[in-house]
């Protein structure tokens, strides 16, 4: 039922912040987001470093819920308010691994994540990696101007 809370709670968030007039560009952050969870889970729960449990629908190894829910709508929310400036955009980075890393903590104190070989500082670093991914796809590939100071 987590993943559902989740998938709604982000819903709502979405719905509140998007820009609609710009979703069709913003909305690629959404599907690297989504791209990237793919990937790392269906890494790590293949390699055994986490088991991720009542997944509901199952693609990949994770919850379609998480999928469309928080990665697709916090990737697309990170490309549209990605900042101009610099200092503001790593900022971002670290706000947003902080962020997300404190909801995947709540899903493994419920226990629908369980760590076996995986600790707290990996999904930091990866969610940094993830974040820093999609802050670099903001302004390479979307073209997001970005100021020195």
């Given at each position: 039922?987590e993943?559902?809370?989740?998938?709604?709670?982000?819903?709502?968030?979405?719905?509140?912040?998007?820009d609609w007039k710009e979703?069709?560009?913003?909305?690629?952050?959404?599907?690297?987001?989504i791209?990237?969870a793919c990937?790392?889970?269906?890494?790590k729960?293949?390699?055994?470093a986490?088991?991720?449990k009542?997944l509901?629908?199952?693609?990949?190894?994770?919850?379609?819920?998480?999928?469309?829910?928080?990665a697709?709508?916090?990737?697309?929310?990170?490309?549209?308010y990605?900042?101009?400036?610099?200092w503001?955009?790593?900022?971002?980075?670290?706000?947003?691994?902080?962020?997300f890393?404190?909801?995947?903590?709540?899903?493994?104190e419920?226990g629908v994540?369980?760590?076996?070989?995986?600790?707290?500082?990996?999904s930091?670093i990866?969610n940094?990696?993830?974040?820093?991914?999609?802050s670099?796809?903001?302004?390479?590939?979307m073209n997001?101007?970005?100021k020195?100071?």
């Amino acid at each position: 039922m987590e993943w559902v809370f989740y998938f709604v709670l982000n819903w709502f968030i979405f719905i509140l912040l998007v820009d609609w007039k710009e979703l069709k560009v913003n909305m690629w952050g959404g599907v690297l987001g989504i791209i990237l969870a793919c990937f790392v889970d269906y890494h790590k729960v293949n390699t055994e470093a986490y088991l991720l449990k009542n997944l509901i629908v199952e693609i990949y190894n994770t919850s379609i819920f998480f999928l469309f829910g928080p990665a697709f709508v916090i990737g697309t929310l990170f490309v549209q308010y990605h900042p101009a400036k610099r200092w503001i955009a790593v900022v971002n980075v670290f706000l947003f691994t902080f962020f997300f890393t404190a909801m995947e903590y709540t899903l493994v104190e419920t226990g629908v994540i369980e760590y076996i070989k995986w600790y707290y500082y990996d999904s930091i670093i990866i969610n940094f990696a993830v974040f820093y991914t999609l802050s670099f796809f903001s302004i390479v590939v979307m073209n997001k101007k970005i100021k020195q100071n």
